[in-house]
Nanobody, 124 residues
């Protein structure tokens, strides 16, 4: 099992940037695919980005391609999401999650461990 704690959320204006971090603990982290998800009020949780353990291949939702970058540092048990050119529609609670089986990377149902979330608010 992997324990996860997100940080780095905040409020920015349109076009701004934020970097989310996720601190992981537990033996399975370095062998798990990891993902970032978000959920806005009244909407379903959606996959934003995901990354394999090695060599770190990535997947992104179409809505964030070219603006967001997921990365990981297995030595530090850390996961990151660099978010640039933020838009009001990016406003949501953001969660990191672990997917030991590395299946269907942007599907929330495939993830077994979740953090508590960090809020991102983008104003126009």
């Amino acid at each position: 099992q992997v324990q996860l704690v997100e940080s780095g959320g905040g409020s920015v204006q349109t076009g701004g940037s934020l970097r989310l971090s996720c601190a992981a603990s537990g033996y399975a982290y370095s062998r798990s695919c990891m993902g970032w998800f978000r959920q806005a009020p009244g909407k379903e949780r959606e996959g934003v980005a995901a990354i394999f353990p090695f060599p770190g291949s990535t997947a992104y939702a179409d809505s964030v391609k070219g603006r967001f970058t997921i990365s990981r540092d297995n030595a530090k048990n850390a996961l990151y999401l660099q978010m640039n050119s933020l838009k009001p529609e990016d406003t949501a609670m953001y969660y990191c999650a672990a997917n030991p089986g590395c299946r269907l990377l942007l599907r929330p149902d495939e993830y077994s461990s979740w953090g508590q979330g960090t809020q991102v608010t983008v104003s126009s």
